[in-house]
């Protein structure tokens, strides 16, 4: 744990002591830390330099209460939104990765997220977005500005008017933690918005889009609602999103601190998008 990680941390409780930093997350420094009089665990949350560029801490703030007082994650005990500095309980368990995947327990537990009575969640604002990331890097990848165009037709045309939902944003396997008594919750929440629910699906397919078509075939969409084209479509336009967040990550040097090549990741999420674009194409 840094220095600065550590000062924050005795800022907010000087008992805590660290138990071990989580692998993974392209944004985040996580620990799991333990408060030695009461036996509590909790998880801390110390952002990664540049990531207020991503997320604004208010609307994540408010998104982890609501979620919380809805049963759909653990409580945040602590957040500063002005840093993003966060503790929040730890939810003793495994995620989907660890468990393996059950596409019933994340199917039951999306339906229930979409249909909750959120409030104050903003529009995920997709084509603003990719615009404010785009001015962060100087990463200029030759097939990213047509990629986007395609895109963004396909969101005038057909996705836009299907993202009327409160959702996570971020649902990847990794994100889900299953407790010891069954019960399934989503963490991270720098995302969560109006949006399509199908979005989510996507999300789901993360490391591996095989995940997010068996998760889609658990839901029942009618045939007019195009769910598989919504689908790559999602799927596309994060693969665009993405490729922005790991230019910029590269460009300010965050790759060794996180031990991630974010160059070659910007690279691959390029190759993934013009392969979801020959997949809406042979679809419609």
Known sequence: MKKTHIEALEKINPNLKLVKRFSGGMSNFTYLVEDPNSNEQFVFRFPGNGAYNFV??????????????????SETVHFDVETGIKLAKYVEGNNLVEAGIDYKLAHDYLKKFHSSNFKKLKDYDHLGRLNSYEKLHSNQNGNYLELKQYFIEL??????????????????????????????FLVDYEYAAVNDPIYDIACFGNVDLSNALDLLSEFDFDDREDPLVRLYGWRMFQCLQW??????????????????????????????????RSLIENVE
């Open 56 to 73: 604004n801490y208010q609307d994540e703030h408010s998104a982890l209460k609501e979620a919380y007082k809805l049963g759909l994650t």
């Open 155 to 184: 969101f005038e045309s057909t996705l836009k008017q299907y993202a009327t939902k409160p959702c996570h944003n971020d649902s990847q396997l990794a994100n889900f933690i299953i407790s010891e008594d069954k019960q399934i």
């Open 243 to 276: 490729y922005n967040v790991a230019s910029y990550k590269h460009d300010i040097g965050l790759g060794e601190a996180l031990n991630l090549d974010f160059h070659a990741i910007s690279k691959k999420y390029i190759t993934l998008a013009t392969t979801l």
